[in-house]
């Protein structure tokens, strides 16, 4: 069982995510139940009740739900593609695995600066807030971290934007080298991760709504989005 008593949940992603967002409300509400059970899991983030895979049959119990329309739901989550499968066809959640290991990850790093990638306290030099380091930005030849900026100097940086916050489809389109970027992703990735981020102040400094948003897209897309745009790129958490 998991030894950690609560779980980070981000609102605006599980209302933004396109998969879940295919799902009817029922298989959503599935697939909440199943990351509880997950959460309390060996690995993290796969489905399994006493080190093994529940059947069907025993899901059903546990949750309270008939076999049948357990079964429809399953094969609506798989078809939207909300879920993965290991080889030995146990259900997992990528976004779980991901956070366990960043988690494991953050333990490593201790007080070594945090995520080089991200302005603005993605991994703060104190111990408040969550971190949100990731295993694959490992780059470190970028400014580190500072919370040096007051709420007073931040909000006077953020009065400097020469671009409005995105909206959720064109306005990468308006400028030459985002929308080229842009190009090479697919709809999905576009809207999931960058439709709601916005350039500031300088077309090399992307701004994204949340630490959670940062550290993924540092980590999914930081080397790409470097030899797109250059060295000096990075990445801040504003408005």
Same mark, same amino acid.
């Given at each position: ?66 076999? $049948? ?68 930005? $490992? ?11 007051? $709420? ?88």
């Amino acid at each position: 069982m998991s030894k950690r008593p609560w779980l980070k949940w981000y609102p605006s992603d599980w209302r933004s995510e396109p998969s879940l967002r295919m799902c009817s409300r029922a298989a959503r509400s599935l697939w909440v139940d199943l990351i509880g059970l997950m959460h309390d899991a060996e690995p993290y983030g796969h489905l399994l009740v006493n080190g093994k895979a529940p059947t069907t049959k025993q899901l059903a119990a546990i949750l309270g739900d008939s076999e $049948r329309e357990l079964k429809n739901l399953l094969v609506e989550l798989e078809s939207a593609g909300v879920f993965s499968k290991t080889e030995a066809g146990v259900i997992t959640s990528r976004r779980m695995i991901r956070d366990e290991e960043k988690a494991q990850q953050d333990a490593k790093n201790g007080k070594r600066g945090g995520n080089p990638w991200v302005k603005g306290g993605v991994n703060p030099s104190d111990n408040g807030g969550d971190k949100a380091q990731t295993p694959d930005a $490992r780059r470190h030849d970028l400014k580190p971290n500072t919370r040096a900026l007051s $709420r007073g100097r931040r909000a006077a940086a953020q009065t400097q934007a020469v671009a409005q916050p995105a909206t959720p489809t064109d306005w990468a389109d308006e400028i030459p080298q985002w929308s080229d970027f842009k190009s090479k992703l697919s709809v999905s990735e576009w809207q999931a991760w960058f439709s709601t981020t916005h350039p500031n102040g300088s077309i090399t400094t992307l701004v994204v709504p949340s630490e959670f948003a940062a550290g993924q897209i540092a980590g999914r897309y930081g080397s790409r989005l470097q030899a797109h745009f250059g060295e000096a790129f990075t990445i801040k958490v504003g408005s």
